[in-house]
C-alpha cells in the first residue's frame, strides 16, 4: 500500500528518473482493486438509485490517477534503459499491449544508467565510483 500511495505523494508527476517492477507491480495491484471497487460500487448505486450518473467517482478516479499512471509508466521505461516515448506503443492494437508487458515484467538495468542510478541498489553507483582510479592507465 505504501507504493501506491508513495506515487501520489512524493512522484505524482515526476516523469525523470526510473521505477523498479516492485513499485510498478504494487502500485498497479492497488490501482486495479480500486478500479474494481469504484465499478462495483458504480454498479450497486445505478442499479439501487435509478441514476445515470453514478460513474462520476469512476471517471474522477480515472482523471485524478492518468498522470500518475503515465509518470510511473514512463519511469519504469527509464529502468529498462528505455525512453518513455515507447509507451506510445501501447496504443497499437493488440501488439501494443504485449510489448508494455514485457517491457514492465524485465528487470531494470544494474547500476547506473542514462536516467539515473538504480532504485533497486543506488549505493552500488556510489561505491564504484569511489573504487575506480581517477586516471586511466
Not at 510489448?99 to 515484467?105: A, E, Q, S, T
Given at each position: 500500500m505504501n507504493w501506491y500511495l508513495n506515487t501520489f505523494k512524493y512522484n505524482y508527476a515526476n516523469f525523470e528518473g526510473r521505477a523498479r517492477?516492485?513499485?510498478?507491480?504494487m502500485f498497479t495491484l492497488f490501482h486495479c482493486i480500486a478500479?474494481?471497487?469504484l465499478v462495483i460500487a458504480s454498479?450497486?448505486?445505478?442499479?439501487?438509485?435509478?441514476?445515470?450518473?453514478?460513474?462520476?467517482?469512476?471517471?474522477i478516479y480515472v482523471l485524478a490517477t492518468f498522470i500518475?499512471?503515465?509518470?510511473?509508466?514512463v519511469r519504469r521505461l527509464h529502468d529498462?534503459?528505455?525512453?518513455?516515448w515507447y509507451f506510445l506503443m501501447s496504443f497499437i492494437p493488440y501488439v501494443g499491449s504485449i510489448?508494455?508487458?514485457?517491457?514492465?515484467?524485465k528487470e531494470g538495468t544494474k547500476g547506473k544508467n542514462q536516467y539515473g542510478p538504480d532504485p533497486k541498489?543506488?549505493?552500488?553507483d556510489e561505491i564504484d565510483a569511489i573504487?575506480?582510479?581517477?586516471?586511466?592507465?
Open positions: 517492477r516492485e513499485e510498478f507491480w478500479l474494481f471497487i454498479i450497486v448505486m445505478a442499479l439501487a438509485l435509478d441514476f445515470e450518473w453514478t460513474y462520476i467517482l469512476l471517471f500518475p499512471v503515465l509518470a510511473l509508466n529498462i534503459d528505455k525512453s518513455g510489448i508494455m508487458l514485457v517491457y514492465n515484467v541498489n543506488p549505493e552500488q573504487g575506480k582510479p581517477l586516471i586511466d592507465a
